[in-house]
C-alpha cells in the first residue's frame, strides 16, 4: 500500500512538471510596434516560427492575461534573445516560393513572385537593409534587400530541373547578377567577389556591412550570434529509498522478501546547454553517491518435521555505490523565476563496498548447527534506466527521480530488480 502511494505521488509530480513544461511558452522580452504607431512594451511569447504566423501572442508582465494580436494589426517586432535585439520587420513584397526539394522541382529557371506580406528578419541596418525570412510554404530561406526608397527586392535562388530525365539540377545563381546592380557604388567589391559569393546569411551579412561601409555609411549587424557552450557545474544532496526484489523459477531465491533501504547522496553535476535549442535542451551528467542494506526474513530449504530441517535465517545486501547518470534535460525558460524540468536517461553504478551475507541453521533432532556464508555472488556493476522532474529557482534546483536497474545478482537462474527513488536538492555554481 505505501509503495502504491509513493508510486501514485512520484507520477503525479512528473506528470505535473510535463504539463507545466510544454504548456509554457517561450515568453522573452521585447515590444511591439502596432500599425497605428503605438508601442506595447512587455513580453513576447517568442518561437523561431512566430514569424510566420498570423497571430502573436503579449502580456505586459508575467501573472497577465495573453493578449492575441493579428498580423495585420502589428508593423514590427522587437524580442530580446540574451543581450541580442531581434528584429522582425512587416514587408509587403512579391516572395518566391519555387521548391528546392528534387521531386518538386521545375524544369523552367524563371522566377515567379508571388504576392505576399511576411515579417523578415532584418540581418543588417544601413542604406541598403538586409532582411531574411524562412517560410512555412516550401520551408526554404528567403534574403531582401531595401533601399532608402522601401523598395523591397528579393534576392532569388532558384533551383530547376535541365534535364528531361529528372537527373541533373543546378541552381540559377541570379543573385549574384542583383547583386551586382545592387553594390555598383561601391567599387572595392569587385565582380570576382560576387562570383565566390554564397548564398547564406553569413556571406550576405558581411557584404552588406562592407558595401555599407564604403560608401560612407555606419552599418548595424543585427544577425543572430549563437553563444558558446559553456557547461554549467554544480553541486547536488539528498536521499532515496531503495526496494529489491529477487525472482528465479529453479530456486527458493524467489522466496525472499527484502524490506526498503533508505540511503544518504551526495553528488556532483555538469550541465551543458544546447543553444540552437534556446537552452531548452541540455546534456546533463551526474556523479552521486548512495549506498543502501537491505534485510531478508528467510526459508526453509528442506522441512520434514520440527527436529529435522534446514533453513535460511536471514539474509543481506549492503552497498555503497558511485553512479554516472547521464541524461537529456527537457527545461522551459519562462520569463519568471520558477523553471520546471524533467529529464530521462540511463546510469551506470559502480559498488565501491559491498556484502552478501546469508546464515542458515540446520537441525538434526537436539542438534541445531548454524552457519554464516553468502547469499550469493555479488555483482558490483548495475546498469539502469531514469526518469525524473524538477524546478529550479535561480541557482537552487530540487528534484524527484526514479530508477529502475537489474541489481546485483551474478547467477543466470536468478535476476533482481532494484527500484529507487530519489528526493535531490542542488545548487548551481
Known sequence: MKNNVKKAVATFFIIFCINYCFSQGNWRPGYIVKENGDTLK??????EESKKERILSFKKVTEDAALIFGKKEINEIIVYQGTQELIFKKINTGVDYSEER?????YDPAVKLTPDTIFAQLLVDGKKKLYHYKDAIVGKKHFFITNEDGVVIELTNKRFYFDQNKTLSAYTNYYKKQLVILTDECKSISQKNLENLTFTDKALTKLLLKYNSCIGFSPRNYS?????????????AGVNQMSLKVESN???YGKLKFNNSSGINLGVFMNYYLYRTRKKWSIYNELLMTNYKVTSEGYYIYFE???YYKKLVSGEFKASYLKLFSSFRFQNFTSGSIKPFILIGIGNGLALKSSSKAKYETRFYSNIYTEDSTLFDFRKYEFSYF??????????GIELRYEGGNGMSKMNAVATRTRYLYFLASYKF
Open 387 to 396: 526518469a525524473g522532474a524538477g524546478v529550479n529557482y535561480k541557482k537552487y
Open 102 to 106: 528534387l521531386m518538386y522541382l521545375e
Open 305 to 307: 518435521e520440527d527436529d
Open 42 to 47: 512587455g513580453l513576447i511569447n517568442y518561437k
Open 224 to 236: 543572430y550570434k549563437i553563444e558558446k557552450n559553456k557547461p554549467k557545474f554544480g553541486i547536488c
Open 250 to 252: 529453479i530456486s527458493n
